[in-house]
């Protein structure tokens, strides 16, 4: 009987263990080109209502809440970007927030005659 004791507590044991390290990793990807930047964030069981993106001078801060999860990914952010022209989407557990560079700063093509 020992033996079984041992093996239904290190089972509970290696399932909590494996809830811990299975904890979801809001993994991002931030991404750059002549127009702004794109960040795409992993967050998936969350959707539009559960998410709230704010924005100031210095910090882009996206929250994610559900009854089970939460989470905080913060951004420093200049003023070269145009904060209300930021375009947010959630598609299959993939947020996508694409922020334009204002007018004023992006590369300009000149024509040589």
Request: no cysteine; glycine share 4%; proline share 3%.
């Amino acid at each position: 009987m020992i033996l079984t004791t041992n093996l239904i507590d290190n089972f509970f044991d290696d399932s909590f263990a494996i809830r811990k390290m299975n904890k979801i990793n809001y993994t991002d990807d931030v991404t750059h080109d002549e127009d702004g930047a794109t960040i795409k964030l992993k967050v998936p069981g969350f959707n539009k209502k559960s998410i709230d993106i704010s924005v100031d001078s210095e910090t882009l801060t996206i929250e994610g809440k559900t009854d089970d999860d939460s989470f905080t990914k913060r951004y420093s952010v200049d003023n070269k970007f145009d904060f209300d022209s930021i375009d947010a989407k959630v598609v299959y557990g993939l947020l996508t927030l694409s922020v334009p560079y204002k007018a004023e700063v992006k590369p300009r093509k000149i024509k040589v005659n």
